[in-house]
């Protein structure tokens, strides 16, 4: 079975703040959205793989947010877990064009 | 190839770090299998004594979690014990009726805790203190009982006894012998550390034997033999371990004390492998990690069939992991009639120092107050060193060369987690490491018992080229950087520096942005510094203070309103009633500060609670004032000499808002009685006749400290003023993220009182906090009347999908 990806708008870009994350469902899937300092735009679930801390209400610095639980820290651009604890979580392609931002799922 | 298949009977720290290494040899050449009668993936085991003590917790002390488990391609069964092996046909069979084949089978069962066979052992509240379960026993029980006793003063017993004072039970502790750690210490020693012990709230029954353990059901207190009688409501026993060779028994694996062994780990029956506690090699039975770990080494090589010449024993060292207390001891701990003995014993500041030397090589050494010489010290007794390296050492040492410098590169440093000094050299070279606490996140040496903190922080200075002695003074503010609090605070002053990014560029930060601990850090001393200009910066704040309610682990929010000293009203409660059924409120609760705390609420839906609330907000998330507690006080109660009430919503509503380097709660008693508690409060105020007393830097959190008495005034304006002064001196000087209980410590209650007498001091402390205080504003209002922050910071994107 192949698995086609879909795309949605979830917003646009001036509705993203910079350096703050914004939950967004779509349908049961929750994924952590971030415009980071640099303007990108990044994807990622919105669960923390070591007790499900929300992450889009964590601190961001550069790449990575810190789990506003118990501080981890999770890369926003591969969603790899940083050392010392271990980890992942899932990443989800962004696509922007003329300010409308899109998640692929 | 088929791959040889391995089972490992033990879950526990020996045997995964036996298959840790076996995998670095070999990655793809076995079929892993573990068995592990625990229900949790491998933990730390060392740090339960550090969860009962209240410094870490069960979350965080596991060692490879279930991920590490999978990514190594390891069939895990938890909570399944194997129950027989038949060493004929290279089978284990499990409790759960499970059978699985082996090629090679590794034997790492542990120990079990030593019960003492009393009449009286098996009621409810006697416990060991070996897993995980028994530290949640512990810590369950001193929420609802008051007394325990410890039965041994040993290691085990003791970091036992310092956890239940901590979680605030009056501790006795019993032990067989006329001084403690009779094990690892001399007379001089276990004496010197029962001193220390008691002047921290334990009580010693030395000399005592058990005879029974007395009660109906559950645990009512202890026989001795004697004939006295002790009250208990929960019975700790920590009299030894033994090992854990039931199943090695009745499989016919040989076994003595533990399960025997040669050099590589091999039993009396081929293809079976043991190795940890359970394992006795060459006559002895070790109890300590850093042995099983170079045990697993062995056994690795040997499975992974690479030449090496095996096991060949450990010198034990010992260190208490206790707060406070600096004991070491190693090898040979008394003297005999072949030994001379290097002796200084220092009274006044409570260190001794004991070096034992035989045929003129080091044998052992006990160490008490002062240990920075340890693992120096341990290393020389494993190489049995002449004395004279050891005393020729001591002038170097003084002369500021570090002995780390002439370790060989596979040299274990930190015992517990097997890291050598090249691991850390590595790491600190190529990952550009300037800290110890960088240097403990990337090698994990010194995360569990921290004994080999100096050699860790040696070995950084070296490898950097700085001076350890005084980087380890100052204690930079994050991994981000080398400057300390002060330095940055300084900084910022005198470059007016006015953001956080600006502070990161121009003090040369490591991480273009910073991280989690000194984004929130510099965001405050940024606004304490400047608090008429500076703009707070909302992603710098955790998310509590950002969105000003407390996170739950579900994801909602909690909802404080403020009630000045405690007191509310029937049209309050009447609206607080409204709004929770309005916003379908999970559970109403009042908090420990005297008000109410809304639970389950969406985020979306924070802006229109507060707003039909229309109440300021509790700032219970912050930190800033959280609340005044008061008692009722001379309006009503018949022992009241002040009015409490009054004085309490006075303070609470002059101070409330300013942020602080962490939480500050204060307490109000109009008589000695002192039902507001306000001996653990940051800020107490305790009423006598005629005047109040003001009590500093308390805390009833995990570190139980009570108050220091600053002073005695008469007037509520003197007390707004220290007050004030107090607050604000806390606001200049303190890290962020120091309590005050710490801070005060750190100070000296001298030194601040001093600050505070001087009367110009004390006008423009509080001139400098009015500043601050005058431009703060309401944050739920703030919300309730600004779309921009209600749509960035409370609203989230739902976005429907088409059901196929
Ligand atoms: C509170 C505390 C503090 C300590 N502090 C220190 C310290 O500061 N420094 C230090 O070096 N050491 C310390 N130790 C000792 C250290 O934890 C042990 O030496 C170490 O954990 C032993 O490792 P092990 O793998 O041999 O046994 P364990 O870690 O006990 O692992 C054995 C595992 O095997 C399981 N098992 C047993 N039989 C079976 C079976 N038949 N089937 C399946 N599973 C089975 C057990 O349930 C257990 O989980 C401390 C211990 C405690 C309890
Ligand atoms: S839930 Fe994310 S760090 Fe614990």
Redo the contacts with the bound molecule.
Sequence with gaps: MEKVLQRKKVSTLSELPRNLGKTVSIGSLEVALFRLNNGEVRAIENKCPHRGGVLAEGIISGEYVFCPMHDWKISIADGQVQKPDTGCVQTFGVEVENEDVYVLY | MTKQKIVL???????IRSLEEIIKLEKNKFELTV????PHPNYD??Q??KVLQGDTTVEDITLHDWNWYEKNQITLYTGE??IKVDTENQIIYSNKNRAVEYDKLIL????LPFILPLPGADKKGVTA??NIEDCQKMIEYSAHYKRAAVIGGGL?GL?AARGLLNLGMKVDVIHIFDYLMERQLDKTAGKLLQKELESQGMNFLMNKQTEAIVGENRVEGIRFKDGELLEADLVVMAVGIKP?VQ?ACESGIPVKRGITVNDYMETGIQNVFAV???AEHREVVY????P?YEQGKALAKKICEIPGEGYKGSTLST?L?VSGVDVFSAGEINENTNTKTIKEFNDYQGTYKKILIEEGQISGAVLFGNTSESSKLLRMINQRSDIDDYLVSKKTEDGGVSLVAGFPDEEIICG?NGVTKADIVEAIQSQGLNTFEEVKGCTSASRS?GGCKPLVTDLLGLTTGTDSSLSSQKEPICECTTLSRDEVVAEIRDKNLSHTREVMNVLDWKTSEGCSKCKPALNYYLGMINPAEYEDERESRYVNERLHANIQKDGTFSVVPRMYGGVTNAKDLRTIADVADKYNVKLIKLTGGQRMDLFGIQKEDLPSVWADLDMPSGYAYGKTLRTVKTCVGENFCRFGTQDSISLGQMLEKKFERVGTPHKVKMGVSACPRNCAESGIKDVGFVGVDGAWEIYVGGNGGTHLKSADLLCKVKTTEEIMEITGAFLQYYRETANYLERTSVWVQRMGLDHIKAVIDDETNKQQLNERLNDALSVLKDPWKEAINSEEIQSSLYKSVKVPVETK
Excluded: D, P, Q, W
């Excluded at chain 2, 068995?35 to 625990?38: A, H, L, N, T, W």
């Design positions: 009977v033990g879950n526990g720290m020996a045997g068995f592990g009668s625990e085991r060392i339960l004594s014990t194997v790492a069962t542990g120990s203190f070996r085990l970091e854990n199943l940890g506690e359970c109890g300590l990690v850093s099983l260190k992991k517990c018992c």
